[in-house]
């Protein structure tokens, strides 16, 4: 996603700024995670960006694309 920004000096000049806004991606907090895969299921990458691994969730970070849904779906707060 990407913001523009319109800036203006002191003198009346107008500036444009343009930046991607970082996107808070999820993790796992192991202890709280059961290995139900609710997770891995409701992911849109299709087991790419989160998978069980010995039985919990990890998350792969350049696969993410921050939507969340993992978090969602989580009945036991272990994505966050």
Same mark, same amino acid.
């Given at each position: %996603? #990407?913001? !523009? !920004? /319109?800036?203006?000096? %002191? &003198?009346? &000049? $107008?500036? /444009?700024? $343009?930046? *991607?806004?970082?996107?808070? #991606?999820?993790?796992?907090?192991?202890? =709280?995670?059961?290995?139900? *895969? =609710?997770?891995?299921?409701?992911?849109?990458?299709?087991?790419?960006?989160? *998978? &069980? +691994?010995?039985? #919990? *969730?990890?998350?792969?970070?350049?696969?993410?694309?921050?939507? %969340?849904?993992? +978090?969602? $779906?989580?009945?036991?707060?272990? $994505?966050?």
């Amino acid at each position: %996603m #990407k913001k !523009i !920004i /319109l800036f203006t000096s %002191m &003198l009346g &000049l $107008v500036f /444009l700024s $343009v930046f *991607a806004a970082a996107k808070y #991606k999820p993790h796992v907090y192991p202890p =709280d995670c059961v290995g139900c *895969a =609710d997770c891995v299921v409701e992911c849109p990458k299709r087991g790419k960006a989160i *998978a &069980l +691994v010995r039985g #919990k *969730a990890v998350i792969n970070v350049e696969e993410c694309i921050g939507c %969340m849904k993992c +978090v969602s $779906v989580c009945s036991y707060g272990a $994505v966050r």
